[in-house]
T-cell receptor
Framework: DQQVKQNSPSLSVQEGRISILNCDYT??????FLWYKKYPAEGPTFLIS?????DKNEDGRFTVFLNKSAKHLSLHIVPSQPGDSAVYFC?????????????FGQGTILTVHP | NAGVMQNPRHLVRRRGQEARLRCSPM?????VYWYRQLPEEGLKFMVY????????ESGMPKERFSAEFPKEGPSILRIQQVVRGDSAAYFC????????????FGDGTRLSIL
C-alpha cells in the first residue's frame, strides 16, 4: 500500500533550466509535506516543507506547490545546477507537523547536465 | 555543529548474530525516529521515541527488533538473530520539541548479513 508515490524514477535536465519533480498521495489525513535530497552514502537532507493550509512555499531556488484536491505536490528547482543531481524524496505526515511518522515516496533520481 | 550521529557506519554480521545500531540526536532534540531503506526503495518508518518512551512502533517488525532511547546516552536499535533480509540502510532522524521543525537525518548504518 504505497500511500506516497513518485511515479518518475528519474529526470534529466540541462543546467539553468527548470526541474519539476512530482509526488502523489492517497491518504487524505496527510497535512504536512516535505522534500528531502539524498546523495549516495549520506542521509536525506531537508529541503523545503509545506502545510496543507498553504498551496505554495518558496525558498530560494526551490518552490513547492500543493494541490490538495488532486492530492498532488511538486517541487520546482529554478535554475537547476549540476550540484542538484541527487535522489529527491517527498514525504508526508499527519497532525500538521513533522512530528511522528513520515511516509516517503520511492524517490526520483535527478541528473542535471552541464 | 554536530548533526545526528550514527555508528557504526557499516556493520557486518553473520546470520543468527545480534546487531546494535546507535544514534545520538542533534543537541537539543528529544525526538528520535528510525527508518529502514531497502535497495531501490524509499525510507520506511520503523519507530518513534522520546526520552525513555516509545511513542509509535507501528513500523517495527513484531519479532527480533527493539528500540530504546534511555535518559542518558544514545538511542539503540537492536536486531536479534539477524537474517539476510535485514540487510539494509538504517537511518536515524531527530527533531526538537518545537512543532513544525523538520526531522534531520544521520548518514545511516549500512547493515550487511553474511
Amino acid at each position: 500500500d504505497q500511500q506516497v508515490k513518485q511515479n518518475s524514477p528519474s529526470l534529466s535536465v540541462q543546467e539553468g533550466r527548470i526541474s519539476i519533480l512530482n509526488c502523489d498521495y492517497t491518504n487524505s489525513m496527510f497535512d504536512y509535506f516535505l522534500w528531502y535530497k539524498k546523495y549516495p552514502a549520506e542521509g536525506p537532507t531537508f529541503l523545503i516543507s509545506i502545510s496543507s493550509i498553504k498551496d505554495k512555499n518558496e525558498d530560494g531556488r526551490f518552490t513547492v506547490f500543493l494541490n490538495k484536491s488532486a492530492k498532488h505536490l511538486s517541487l520546482h528547482i529554478v535554475p537547476s545546477q549540476p550540484g542538484d543531481s541527487a535522489v529527491y524524496f517527498c514525504a508526508a505526515s499527519e497532525g500538521g507537523t513533522s512530528y511522528g511518522k513520515l511516509t516517503f515516496g520511492q524517490g526520483t533520481i535527478l541528473t542535471v547536465h552541464p | 555543529n554536530a548533526g545526528v550521529m550514527q555508528n557504526p557506519r557499516h556493520l557486518v554480521r553473520r546470520r543468527g548474530q545480534e546487531a546494535r545500531l546507535r544514534c545520538s540526536p542533534m543537541k537539543g532534540h528529544s525526538h528520535v525516529y528510525w527508518y529502514r531503506q531497502l535497495p531501490e526503495e524509499g525510507l520506511k518508518f520503523m519507530v518513534y521515541l522520546q526520552k525513555e518512551n516509545i511513542i509509535d512502533e507501528s513500523g517495527m517488525p513484531k519479532e527480533r527488533f527493539s528500540a530504546e532511547f534511555p535518559k542518558e546516552g544514545p538511542s539503540i536499535l537492536r536486531i536479534q538473530q539477524v537474517v539476510r533480509g535485514d540487510s539494509a540502510a538504517y537511518f536515524c532522524a531527530s527533531s526538537p520539541d518545537r512543532a513544525g521543525r523538520p526531522q534531520h537525518f544521520g548518514d545511516g548504518t549500512r547493515l550487511s548479513i553474511l
